[in-house]
Nanobody, 123 residues
Framework: QVQLVESGGGLVQAGGSLRVSCAASGRTFSRYAMGWFRQAPGKEREFVAAISWSGSSTYYAASLKGRFTISRDNAKNTVYLQMNSLKSEDTAVYYC????????????????WGQGTQVTVSS
């Protein structure tokens, strides 16, 4: 069992940066691939980024690559999402996700979800 708690969301101006964090409970954190999804009002939840259990492999939504960076610290049971050059269209609830494998890291295949943290980008 893995419990995920996100933090670090908030209000930021367009062009600014924000880092959201996801703290995981349980000693098996390092065995899971981790990732982030987001959901804007009236839209479906979409993939943002994922990272393998070791941190050696990362994947990004094509539209976000270059602005967002995912990382993890297995010693702290925490995964991070650094978001730069934020745009109003990045406004969404950001969800942390865990899956036993990095393969097929889609919302339908996620094993554990966090509750989400709101990120609002003002223009």
């Amino acid at each position: 069992q893995v419990q995920l708690v996100e933090s670090g969301g908030g209000l930021v101006q367009a062009g600014g940066s924000l880092r959201v964090s996801c703290a995981a409970s349980g000693r098996t954190f390092s065995r899971y691939a981790m990732g982030w999804f987001r959901q804007a009002p009236g839209k479906e939840r979409e993939f943002v980024a994922a990272i393998s259990w070791s941190g050696s492999s990362t994947y990004y939504a094509a539209s976000l690559k270059g602005r967002f960076t995912i990382s993890r610290d297995n010693a702290k049971n925490t995964v991070y999402l650094q978001m730069n050059s934020l745009k109003s269209e990045d406004t969404a609830v950001y969800y942390c996700a865990a899956r036993s494998t990095i393969m097929d890291f889609t919302s339908a295949n996620i094993d554990y979800w966090g509750q989400g943290t709101q990120v609002t980008v003002s223009s």
